[in-house]
């Protein structure tokens, strides 16, 4: 009979021994770890509860601020209500005097326009690109005597070409040089002339504007005239009266430069990115004129002065005097070129005042810490118009039920923590922070004023929930009440909140304390801090344990199946010795 050894040598499931054997030991680490996570779970519980105090505290803020700016007062807040926003609206601030004012807009503020008295372009002429007028390519229809003639216009076209053209079809296209007006007649007298179908495909009709006359003859709506946007502003062509030259002019107190590549379009794209022009410009085409507009409200010349260009004399805005040499010896503003805006004019108290601006700021109005934004003049349909300055109460109001709110979330909160099955049960500092927080806010203080309980300016405590534990009560914020005691006796109010046994005051005082060094949540938080980190070295230590009571395992294992082993190979020699 045989003897044989199955398996690497024993034929046993040692690694399921060992796995068995170590799982009995782990269960000690495991047993650490749950508890690690309870520790962990209690320290996010803390966190947000902490996170509770500091809305509660936020909420407080608000209206303890008032103790270190008057800005920051929401007592000393005001409110600014027009009888009618269309006609006039206002802000104010702290310092203004609560009262009523009648207020009539008499008069608003206007700018200034400033544009030359004539056209500073020349009147189109033959030469004159129909591209530059804006005159797109593509087709008209011309009628004489109902015969149908299709003129094109292609992109490189003058009028020339175009005057060819329409004097093949029977008609004749002039340019007044002093109107410049444009007019499209029969070329035979008594000949009937119709322009435009709807198959045209040119804008040529409808961008010059033709009408017919009792003539017969088709005139242009406007001037047409050289000048365009994209016109080079030194260019000898350019179609501007006069030359212009390259150099500066200053408009407002910003100075712009002209060199060979300026253009039109260029030079008022610059002057309206600048803020300190003070204008907006534009080229008015229909007239051939540059058209400044004062940003600034009010009866004041736009400032307009000429430099090394002659830029704004060509524009006719300014006159300009200089020598053999070019250089300059007199300059001035053409006032008479200007349309000089209006000041606003407003009646308070019967008082008129005039102000350059239709913002009407306080220095002006003589009413401490107002301003006027006027919108209109009074009509007889918009009636007389008051503004009534007031107490801000809506300020007061909205921080007052950020309190309550934020008060009855956290008293919630505590509530259920330390209840029997809460995760902070137990924790008699935390109670005895929400019992001082519920005293404070249900007792009566000691005060100057006429108010000791906050149920007396409408923050009284309502039934308690299911939720809460029996002896917990919310409170809950009458706005109406609250607005009568300030209407009535706002000092007592402020202080019953806010004096020197203030509610506010006392209730930030505890939450501080809480939240302060030294408080209830920082020697919590250390406290739990060094049970983690006491808790993470008994873990890793029994961790260690474990791995070494496996290790002296399997090295008993591998000693076993190796003497096995040998066993076996001293068995096959005898066998075959």
Known sequence: ???????????????????????????????????????QETQNTLSNLKTSFSNFQTALQALTDSSYSASMDLFAA?????????????????????????????????????????????????NTRLSDLGIQAGSFTVYVDGVRTEINIDENDTVANLQSRLSSAGATLTIDKDTGILSIAATNAGDELRIGANTDTSNFVSLLGLEIDENGVYNSASSVYQVTGSTLLTNANSGFKTQITEG???????????????????????????ADSNVFASWDAATGKL?????????????????????????????TERDSSNNITSTRLITAAQ????????????TDVTSASNTVTSDVSRITGLTLNLKSVNTSESGETTLTIAQDTEQITSALTEVVDTYNALMSEIDTLTGLTGELHGETSLKSIYSSLRNTMNSAIETDGAFSLLSQIGISTEAASSAMADDTVSLTLDESALIEALANNEDSVKELLLGKNGIINTLKTTVDNTLYS?????????SLNSQISNMQDRITKKQESVDTYQARLEAKFAAMENTISQLNANYSSLLTG
Do not use: C, H, P
């Open 78 to 126: 005001n409110i600014a209500t027009s009888s009618n926003e269309d006609v006039f609206t206002a802000t104010v601030t702290t310092d203004a005097i609560r009262d009523t004012y009648d207020i009539t807009v008499k008069q608003l503020a206007t700018t200034t326009t400033a544009q030359s008295l004539e056209a500073a372009s020349e009147v189109a002429d033959g």
């Open 291 to 319: 058209v400044l507009r004062s940003t600034v409200e009010g009866s004041s010349y736009i400032n307009i002065e000429s430099g090394t260009s002659n830029f704004t004399d060509v524009m006719g805005l300014t006159v």
């Open 518 to 526: 030294g408080g209830y949540f920082s020697t919590k938080e250390s």
């Open 339 to 350: 349309e000089l805006g209006q000041n606003a004019i407003v009646n308070i108290n019967g």
């Open 248 to 274: 500066t002019f200053t408009i407002g107190n910003a100075t712009f430069t002209i060199d060979a590549n300026t253009t039109l379009d260029n030079i008022i794209s610059q002057i309206n990115n600048s």
């Open 1 to 39: 009979m045989s003897i044989s050894f199955s398996g690497l040598a024993s034929g046993l499931d040692t690694d399921s021994w060992v796995s068995a054997l170590v799982s009995v030991k782990q269960l000690g680490v495991t047993s650490l770890q749950n508890q690690l996570s309870a520790i």
